[in-house]
């Protein structure tokens, strides 16, 4: 058997009985009494949504680590190789 919809919904601010096409509750007068069911998301979208985003944050995190690791203290790249500092240091 199918359930018919209910011709009458409680207020979402008083919980007054009104018709679901009012435009105004008669008890309290709120504009808007009800509000129609929104879909909701599914359990398997909300994990995948929850799982992408853990993803997201710890590549990151990774990437900014890696930034601060490996990223020159000065903000300057020194592209030389050692021995070649170490020969200038001499020279002088």
């Not at 599914?42 to 799982?51: A, G």
């Amino acid at each position: 058997m199918v359930d018919a919809p209910s011709r009458i919904v409680p207020c979402r601010l008083c919980a007054t009985a009104v018709a679901p096409d009012a435009t105004m509750c008669p008890s309290c007068g709120v504009k808007q009494p009800w509000i129609q069911d929104e879909p909701t998301l599914t359990p398997s979208v909300i994990r995948l949504l929850v799982w992408g985003g853990g993803l997201a944050l710890v590549a990151l995190l990774l990437f900014m680590s890696g930034i601060v690791m490996f990223g020159s203290a000065d903000g300057k790249p020194d592209h030389r190789s050692p021995h070649v500092e170490s020969e200038e240091r001499k020279s002088r």
